[in-house]
């Protein structure tokens, strides 16, 4: 429970952040309910936050449990934090600061109080005693909800190196990148390395640096623990040959394609490649942390229900793509991996490597009938 004495915006934000994880999850493993919602909250054209749910589809709210208790609470957190800052300023400390902006970024239902809350957080960027991207994306939440285009351009992805923004801006690129530069970010161009997912100006998980702020110390929120709802995967044809598609967030429309292209009896497992903020309400794209949770666990589960890993070498220079191959592995997968060797994980017994996708389809069907999958 959120008293009314001062709050501590941090614990708030762990609870948040863990509801939240919770709520995607039973969203993202109930596909009738995740397209529901979304038709509800106009994706794609003008995608409304989640937390809009109870005002624009009140008959979706009880679908889940753990649905239900995300709005609830974030309703009452972002209505405490509007409080706490209008009480007492926008906090000094790092931490608190990351959590009142992951707080305040969730609060639409109360998005005219949070409005009011931005000239205190512009007098705190122009001080230096704020995070600039915490006014961007918190300028921009404000005006979408309102109907209105971007004045920063931050609820954007980059996908295939090509630019995909949420909602369309408010003026001119070049209006754009002059408000950008007034507060101290970068123009939209030079800005694009970080927009390969959600943005999370937020503790440990910053993903982007900032210009004119940095937070004295890197404070790592661990969520509360919060029971999440049991995984769903999506069924796969009987006697069918199921091939984990690994790659960075970089390379998912890649990725995708690839998955396409597939001939039976192979078939993807890689529910990750449909985590996508543009087009479904599950996957909030100002939701990354508890989205960085949701596809960790989608990972894990895929891989381990795989017969065949297949990955390109040109896009493991990313950990997390090792960190997969190394549980398919570990699990006694076979793994394939597309072009030049670039590791030790080429050298090892289970692990082959072909020069191209139609190799790579070849040696997957002839591994998985070797281990037994297939058509009888």
Not at 154 to 162: N, V, Y
Not at 251 to 269: E, F, G, K
């Amino acid at each position: 429970m959120i008293t009314a004495t001062r709050v501590d915006l941090v614990a708030v934000a762990r609870r948040e952040q863990a509801l939240l994880t919770a709520a995607l999850a039973s969203v993202f493993s109930d596909r009738d309910l995740d397209t529901r919602i979304s038709r509800a909250l106009g994706y794609p054209a003008w995608p409304q936050p989640l937390t809009l749910l109870p005002d624009l589809a009140p008959e979706l709210t009880t679908a889940a449990p753990h649905l239900t208790a995300y709005l609830a609470f974030a309703i009452t957190a972002g209505h405490a934090t509007i409080t706490e800052i209008t009480n007492h300023g926008w906090p000094d400390s790092p931490a608190a600061a990351d959590a009142a902006w992951l707080l305040l970024q969730h609060a639409d239902a109360n998005n005219e109080q949070r409005r009011t809350l931005l000239p205190a957080l512009t007098a705190a960027v122009e001080r230096g005693h704020a995070d600039p991207r915490h006014l961007a994306l918190l300028t921009d939440r404000e005006c979408t909800v309102r109907g209105e285009g971007q004045q920063y351009g931050t609820l954007r992805l980059i996908r295939d190196d090509e630019p995909a923004l949420l909602f369309p801006l408010a003026g001119t690129s070049a209006d754009v990148d002059a408000a950008r530069r007034a507060i101290g970010l970068p123009d939209l161009a030079d800005d694009a390395q970080f927009a390969f997912s959600p943005l999370t100006p937020y503790g440990a998980a910053r993903t982007c640096p900032t210009n004119s702020w940095q937070p004295r110390v890197l404070h790592g929120l661990q969520p509360d623990r919060i029971a999440v709802p049991a995984d769903r995967p999506d069924p796969l044809p009987d006697n069918a040959i199921s091939v984990y598609l690994g790659a960075t967030l970089r390379h998912r429309n890649q990725m995708r394609r690839v998955r396409d292209a597939l001939p039976a009896p192979l078939v993807s497992t890689s529910r990750w490649l449909d985590i996508d903020p543009l087009t479904r309400a599950s996957c909030q794209l100002d939701a990354g942390l508890a989205l960085n949770q949701l596809a960790a666990r989608l990972c894990l589960a895929d891989v381990a229900r795989c017969d065949v890993l297949i990955a390109f070498a040109e896009h493991r220079r990313s950990h997390g793509l090792g960190v997969e191959i190394g549980i398919a592995l570990a699990l006694d997968k076979q793994v394939i991996i597309i072009g030049a060797p670039r590791c030790s994980f080429d050298m090892l017994p289970d692990v082959t490597v072909v020069a191209d996708f139609d190799d790579a389809v070849r040696a997957a069907a002839r591994l998985g009938f070797a281990a037994g999958r297939g058509p009888v």
